[in-house]
């Protein structure tokens, strides 16, 4: 039994971590396309490739990142019954 609550919350930790992912992606992809203009002026100005990406980069990971942020409290009881569940080895 308590392997099949510590894979169900394995699961969904997987889960709210591919959320975050693809959101991330998202938004680094939706912004590149809408403003690429600026991507293009960070290059013509002499930045590099890795540098011109870092607005969009530092965007994504905000919007990958917040949400779960919003959700710490919930997380943290999670996490804390876990590790109490563990901790008493109950069968």
């Not at 099949?4 to 992912?21: E, P, V």
């Amino acid at each position: 039994m308590r392997y099949f609550i510590l894979l169900l919350i394995l699961g969904l930790l997987a889960r709210k971590g591919y959320l975050a992912w693809r959101r991330g992606r998202n938004a680094y992809v939706r912004d590149r396309e809408q403003y690429a203009t600026l991507w293009e002026y960070l290059v013509a100005n002499g930045a590099s490739e890795r540098e011109a990406c870092r607005p969009f980069l530092e965007r994504a990971v905000r919007r990958a990142v917040e949400p779960l942020l919003h959700q710490w409290r919930f997380w943290a009881v999670i996490a804390a019954l876990v590790v109490l569940y563990g901790l008493a080895g109950c069968e």
